[in-house]
T-cell receptor, first 116, second 113 residues
């Protein structure tokens, strides 16, 4: 089954404790992206990757890191989480952004993070 | 920068009512436009899209037309069902800055029997 998976689905942590949220897709997509969803703010893009070893900042990259060492995986790293990073996080992937039919994004189920 | 503005919600309708959710955008280039839907407890999934001016996207009875002159992409459905209750997001992908995606704030639709 074609899908985007995220782990963990739920996470409670404390301020300053490094964490990683994993994202994996099995569709051989070139493009992957991370978003956060907050009430009243919609989805905001954190980082995206056009291909292996190619990453770029979205609209809200502060406090986050990413890496793309393999095509299928795109982990989101919070080196020192703070309470304002409490949010619902989504990973997404697509074949090719900016290319019509190939730019539909497929989303993972989400990771709900609470930072105390 | 790019932006997407959706009509404010929440929206509550009775079953079989007509639905319109307004969406307008600003973009520096020539964007593709999307409507995504998020059902409770799930991730977003594509509802429909249009990649150039005057294109009409349609799916599951929903329609939206890419209007370049009014920079709009309003979502419509002639007769909503209870199962359409969800959050709807308008989004754009700008071809001049491939990789950047901009989403609206989302509109929560509740359909009552």
């Amino acid at each position: 089954e074609a899908q985007v998976t995220q782990n963990p689905r739920y996470l409670i942590t404390v301020t300053g404790k490094k964490l990683t949220v994993t994202c994996s897709q099995n569709m051989n997509h070139e493009y992957m992206s991370w978003y956060r969803q907050d009430p009243g703010l919609g989805l905001r893009q954190i980082y995206y990757s056009m291909n292996v070893e190619v990453t770029d900042k979205g609209d809200v990259p502060e406090g986050y890191k990413v890496s793309r060492k393999e095509k299928r995986n795109f982990p989101l790293i919070l080196e020192s989480p703070s309470p304002n990073q409490t949010s619902l996080y989504f990973c997404a992937s697509s074949f090719s952004p900016g290319q019509g039919a190939r730019e539909t994004q497929y989303f993972g189920p989400g990771t709900r993070l609470l930072v105390l | 920068g790019d932006s997407v503005t959706q009509m404010e919600g929440p929206v509550t309708l009775s079953e079989e009512a007509f639905l319109t959710i307004n969406c307008t955008y600003t973009a520096t280039g020539y964007p593709s436009l999307f409507w995504y839907v998020q059902y409770p407890g799930e991730g977003l999934q594509l509802l429909l899209k249009a990649t150039k001016a005057d294109d009409k996207g349609s799916n599951k009875g929903f329609e939206a037309t890419y209007r370049k002159e009014t920079t709009s992409f309003h979502l419509e459905k002639g007769s909503v069902q209870v199962s359409d209750s969800a959050v709807y997001f308008c989004a754009l992908s700008d071809q001049t800055n491939a990789g950047k995606s901009t989403f609206g704030d989302g509109t929560t639709l509740t359909v009552k029997p």
